[in-house]
Structure formats: C-alpha cells, structure tokens
C-alpha cells in the first residue's frame, strides 16, 4: 500500500490496487465518527456505443442510469435499501454522462459496510421481471423531468455546444430509449463495464485503511470477472458549435435566465498539465465575472442579476465554458458579459488573492467526510489520479502563465441559450 503525504495539508492519501486491478483510495479522518465508502463505475450515459472482442454493440440511451436502478436488486423481493437500513446507514447512487456511482455513509459495522456495497454493485441479480418493472418507475421520471425548467436548461446548452458529443442527449434517455431496453442489453453492460479494473473506491473518514484492504481483497477474491476486451468508440467533437442561439419559452420560468456559452480547442492548450490548467481557468473566470469581480458588483447595483454561475468542462477534444446569468434585462447583462469575456485581466494583486482563497480551500475541504470524497472521486475520473502536491501547483501559478493561457483562449465559437415565460 502506498502513502502519499499531501503536502502542506497534513494529510495522507493512502492507495493500493487490489490482485485483481481495482484501484482504491483512502483518507482517514480520525476527528470524525462517520465514514465514506463510494464505488465508481467508468460507465455513463455517453458510453452506448463499443466494441467486446471486435464486435460492434450499440445499447440504448439511458442505459446507464437503468441499470443503476435495477443494480440495487438483491432478489425478486429484496433491494440494497433494506439491507443497508438494516444497519442505519444510507445510501445512494447517481450517473452521469461519464461515471456512476454508488455509495454508502454510516457510523458502525464497516466490514458489513463494505462488503455490502461491493458485492450488490458487483454481484447481478436481474430478470425480465425487474427490467419490466423498473422500466414503468423510469419512465415516470423521465415524464417528471420533462418538466424541471433547470434540466431543459442544461440540454438545451448541450445541445447548442455539441455536434458529435452525447452530452446533448438526455442521460435518462427517452420513455422509447427505455421501453426498448432488454436484459440481454443490461447484463451485456454490467459484464463488461462492471468490472475491477474500469471501477474504483474511495473511502473517507474514521476507518482502519489497513483493515479496509484486507475486507476488500477477501472479498472479491470469490469473484470472477469478464477479460473481454472493450473499445468504447466516440466520435471526435469538432470545436464549432452546434446551434448558435437556442429560445425556450416555459411558463415555469419565473425570472427569465441568459445563458453564454464557448467552445475552445483543447489541443490549444496541450503543453499545460490538466490540473493547472483547470486551476487557472478558475482564476481568470472567478476574478472577471467571480461573486467579488468588478463586473459582478455593477451587475448586481444595477439589478441586472439576481444570480449567476459558471463553470467549465475539459472534454477529450474541446473545452467549454458556461456562464448563466438570471436577468429580466438579459439583453444588457448578454452584452456586459460578453464585453467582459473579450476583454479578460488580472493583476498580480488579484492573482495573490486568488491563489490565497484557493489554499485555504483546500484545507477547509479536509474536515468534511462527503466533500473530500467527492473530491477525490472527482480527481480520479477527471486526471486519473489525486495529486499530492495541490498547495505547490497553486501557489506556484505564476501571473504569466495566467496571461500566457488568457491570451489562447479563442471566443469565437460561441453559443447563447434564452429562457423566458
């Protein structure tokens, strides 16, 4: 088992790979009474198209959250939830475009903890009864969705950034998508994505990391897996965006929303490790148009917002940026917004203060359990690693590396999402 210290943060990432290949990280919490366990899957929503030993599938949209769904199944009349409340602990999972994951948090039996999330994430149990029941519970939510005003949002932004990316379709899939779907689809899935070597743990909290890898060698040495080899097959996104305006009209937006969105060549900026180069993205965003930014005070003394986010993405091929802006006078905000982004500064000043905030962060983010595995989660699926070195890479950014990558970043292709009543 290896330790990694993090530098300047007091803390120890522990990481070991199973015999089998599946990865695990550990960061032990002594000062709290909880724990942390989630098991990640590289499989979401994106991945319906691939290759099993040369051969070509093609699985339905919205696999991926459905099978999270009938993955909790024990049997035909028994489910993770009550196993898992039979302990007092609770759990959850999500999926995404790109991962699902599975968790659990609890205060006692660890071992029992454990064992229970790997074997029924791992261990299948489906039919073409669960299938067919689960099929009816998922289309109701994908009727509920079709209603929620910040959903139609964000695939309206996707769908106005992406031309080849499945990012622009539901990770739900459609009530057709997921009528459509078989059994034999499902187990195809879980055989061949489920497996130790395309998942990972990561525990947080107050547990025994050498005790930790005992419980999970034991257990999945009684388990067999597939060696099949799998290609997941996408197709290149061009950095052009797909539609440059898209107009949602819906009686449940309360106050009309403007959303700015651009699309960068990632390969423009190939020479920057990913880490630094997300970190000063936040820099430069987060001191231009940030909560403390000069452009979001004259937003907000003019009642030109009555909030705003925005966030970027580092994609295989491109890079996005999303602004969103809640403005009953979106045409002005559009246009401050839009004047601000094309004409990006900082200071050293600003930088220093930047860079300030950003170590503090770090180290508040260590005394809460959820977050910091979350985290590394997040670090694992977004870098394939944790780096232990996070205090140096942003107090050694320099203002003109900043500058270097303000200067590359290219707003041509740029699209705008509008909704109103």
Partial sequence: MQ???????????????????????????????????????????????????????????????????????????????????KLGSRINAYTTFDHTSYWVISNSSFKKNLNLLLDYVQK????????????????????????????????????????????????LGTEDNVNGITLDEVKLVHENFYRPNNMFVVITGNFNPEEAIKIIEENQKEKHFSNNKVEVIQEREPVEVSKKLIEIHDKQVEIPRVILNYKLDIKKFKKYDLELLDYIFCIILTNNIGYTSDLREKLEKEELISSMFYDTEFLDDVITITIGMYSKKGEKTLELVRDKMHNLQITEEELERRRKVSIANIIYEYDYVSRVNSSIVFSVLKYNKVYDNLYDLYNNVTLKEVKEVMSLIDLNNESVVLLNK
Avoid: C, W
């Avoid at 099929?135 to 932004?157: C, F, H, P, W």
């Fill in 3 to 85: 330790k990694i210290k993090l530098k300047k943060v007091d803390q120890v990432l522990y990481y070991d790979v199973i015999s089998n290949g599946l990865p695990v990280y550990m960061l032990v919490n002594k000062n709290v009474k909880d724990f942390h366990i989630s098991f990640t899957v590289r499989y979401g929503a994106i991945h319906t198209e691939f290759k099993v030993n040369d051969k070509y599938y093609k699985v339905s949209d919205g696999i991926a959250h459905f099978l999270e769904h009938v993955n909790f199944n024990i049997d035909d009349n028994v489910t993770a939830h009550n196993l898992f409340q």
């Fill in 124 to 171: 299948s149990y489906f039919t073409e009864k669960i299938i067919n029941k689960e099929k009816g519970i998922i289309v109701e939510e994908i009727r509920r969705a079709k209603s929620e005003i910040n959903r139609k949002a964000l695939y309206a932004t996707n769908e106005s950034l992406f031309i080849k990316d499945k990012r622009r379709i539901s990770v």
